[in-house]
């Protein structure tokens, strides 16, 4: 049986989820599902990213101890996941005590086999971000992502040789050993390992709220660090590099069951971090690459930066609120083409859910649904399969948007079909071709639902329901 393992990146808890978060983690389910249905053995991991000086300050900020404000906010995404019918296999905290044990195990045998020394750090950090910066590469002295200045450190650290890992790393790329798409962020990371890689400071002297060195215990871990040997740990990795280890997460399942990771679903602005710290990790350690790594782009809020200060984040609970999980669910996955930015509104939101599922999909199949049962034919199609090539190779490039584009090509067509035969009055001057028309329709609304289960696995459900009861069922209100 072939395996399937997808991770998400873990979410700073210094905030609730938004858009963004949402998308990523539902192109994840959206895989796993879609691995699954073809029978394999797929793992999904998700989580949180708990550690930190931005995740401290915003306990501080919010006057709640730190444990008790990251239990809190995790809390919140949980529940964030489940509104929208996110079948996670593991939801990996890095509070968790297995996870923080594995991570000082890593970080010891590192240290052991020497990529490890004793430095000081001088330079620029970002806090928003938690990552280091140098001059070439801010904007008017201002960090490109968020906006801000970096605030200058001058510490006593622990470096990892990361420069050590530049040559081996534009190999395995350029052979796409290690494949990153899509190929202009490929490029860029290139571009990037070509100005050559610093030795990075992997510990903080003034952080408390972090996972201990094990060997300098005044000193905290890198949050990036921990961070990373998440996708490790969420298998049940207990930081030794033998496959597989004891316990397994699964019952005969030992993490070596599914590492490496298939896809690793992530924004553009923590690429340049995974393609090279992540990866070197791994080498560091002796363990096998990620096969892919998959970059999305940002959402933008009317054409503008989403943020909490300007008041324009649209946050996922309230899409689900108002248009239902999968009506969530469509909107989000939509609106992303593959690897490009996608401008989003509230208004548009609205104005796509009525065009696409009120008037598009729910309007179909109500309209095809009657006229079944008024002219007595059920589908005949009842064990439809996923026989859609171009949905199949669409799947294979992780080309979300372009899949939902191909069915709603098909939806369109069919109430277009509809109207060219005008099958209402078809149906009573030529009972038996209308039948015929009919069972077309059936068939390829069995289909669409076949089609739509990875995106929207409750309409699924549904679409199967409503052909094999004749029951008319209206799916999605219009607003």
């Known amino acids: 049986m072939n395996k399937f393992y997808i991770t998400t990146p873990i979410y700073y808890v210094n905030d609730r989820p938004h858009i963004g978060h949402a998308y990523t983690t539902c192109a994840a389910d959206v895989l796993a599902r879609w691995h699954k249905a073809k029978g394999e053995k797929t793992f999904f991991l998700t989580g949180t990213d708990e550690h930190g000086i931005k995740v401290q300050q915003a306990a501080d900020k919010s006057g709640k101890n730190v444990q008790d404000f990251v239990d809190e906010n995790a809390q919140t ?32 045998a590192l240290y052991d086999k020497g990529f490890i020394y004793k430095g000081q750090y001088e ?103 921990d961070a990373f040997l998440n996708y490790l740990t969420g298998l049940g990795w207990d930081g030794e590099n033998k496959i597989p280890p004891t316990p397994p997460l699964k019952r005969g399942e030992g993490w070596g069951d599914f590492w490496p990771p298939d896809v690793q679903l992530m924004s553009k602005d923590i690429l340049r971090v995974h393609a090279t710290i992540w990866t070197a990790l791994l080498l560091a350690l002796e363990l096998p690459l990620p096969k892919e790594i998959y970059v999305h ?98 799947f294979g490039e992780l080309k979300f948007k372009e899949i939902l584009d191909e069915i709603w090509g098909q939806i369109a067509w069919a109430n277009k079909y509809i109207e060219e035969k005008k099958l209402w009055e078809l149906v009573k001057s030529d009972p038996e071709e209308g039948k015929k028309v009919l069972g077309e329709l059936l068939g390829l609304i069995s289909e669409i639902g076949e089609e739509l289960a990875p995106f929207m696995p409750a309409t699924s459900e549904k679409i199967k329901e409503i052909l094999a009861s004749g029951k008319i069922e209206l799916l999605f209100p219009r607003f």
């Open 77 to 108: 995404f949980k529940d964030a996941w489940q509104k929208l019918n996110v079948q996670y296999d593991n939801f990996l905290r890095t509070t968790d005590e297995k996870h923080i044990k594995a991570v000082q195990a890593a970080v010891q």
């Open 123 to 225: 330079g620029l950090y970002c806090v928003s971000c938690e990552q280091y910066k140098f001059e070439d590469d801010l904007i008017d002295g201002k960090c490109r992502e968020h906006n801000e200045k970096p605030v200058l450190m001058k510490e006593e650290s622990y470096f990892f040789k990361l420069s050590q890992f530049e040559k081996i790393l534009e190999e395995k790329i350029s052979s796409d050993e290690l494949k990153i798409e899509p190929p202009e962020r490929k490029n860029e990371v290139l571009t990037f390992l070509k100005s050559g890689l610093k030795d990075i400071s992997i510990s903080r002297k003034n952080v408390k709220w972090g996972i201990s060195l094990p060997f300098e215990s005044s000193q905290t871990i890198y949050v990036w660090i």
């Open 297 to 394: 782009g940002y959402f933008t809020i009317g054409s503008q930066k989403m943020s909490k200060s300007m008041g324009n984040v649209i946050w996922p609970e309230d899409l689900v609120q108002k248009f239902g999980g999968d009506g969530a669910r469509y909107l989000i996955m939509s609106s992303l083409a593959w690897g490009q930015d996608g401008d989003v509104t509230r208004e548009r939101f609205t104005e796509k859910y009525n065009a696409d599922l009120a008037n598009g999909l729910g309007n179909l199949i109500s309209r095809v649904a009657k006229l079944s049962q008024n002219a007595k034919i059920k589908n005949q199609n009842d064990s439809a399969k996923l026989k859609n090539d171009k949905i199949q190779k669409l």
